[in-house]
């Protein structure tokens, strides 16, 4: 029998674990999902304020759970610092990201 379960649950960041038991294969994952709405409608806000002057910049927020993917995929394929910076730029400019952008630019 395969099951599903609720690991956690953490209000304050909006993400829900499931442990998944797949006893076919006796392995197991956990599936980690967030509610991305409220990071989506603060990054609009941003965007049309515009934006601030001066040396750092604020050019988006995205949901953690994507973040730890992006991570353990670079971690995976042992990326060093630039080459990290350089993947999250690209996938920053592109525009199927766009809701992740809060300086209202579509380029880095």
């Given at each position: 029998m395969s099951?599903?379960?609720l690991f956690e649950?953490?209000?304050e960041m909006g993400t829900v674990t499931?442990?998944?038991y797949d006893?076919?294969?006796d392995t197991f994952r956990l599936r980690e999902q967030q509610d991305v709405g409220a990071i989506v409608e603060i990054n609009k806000y941003l965007?049309?304020?515009?934006?601030?002057?001066?040396?750092v910049r604020k050019?988006?927020?995205m949901p953690l759970t994507l973040l730890g993917e992006m991570w353990n995929s670079w971690r995976q394929r042992n990326l060093s610092q630039e080459e990290r910076?350089?993947?999250l730029a690209a996938w920053l400019n592109n525009s199927d990201n766009a809701a992740w952008r809060t300086?209202?630019?579509m380029k880095l």
């Open positions: 099951g599903e379960l649950r953490d209000e499931t442990f998944l006893e076919s294969n965007a049309q304020m515009g934006r601030p002057k001066g040396d050019v988006g927020s910076q350089a993947e300086d209202g630019r």
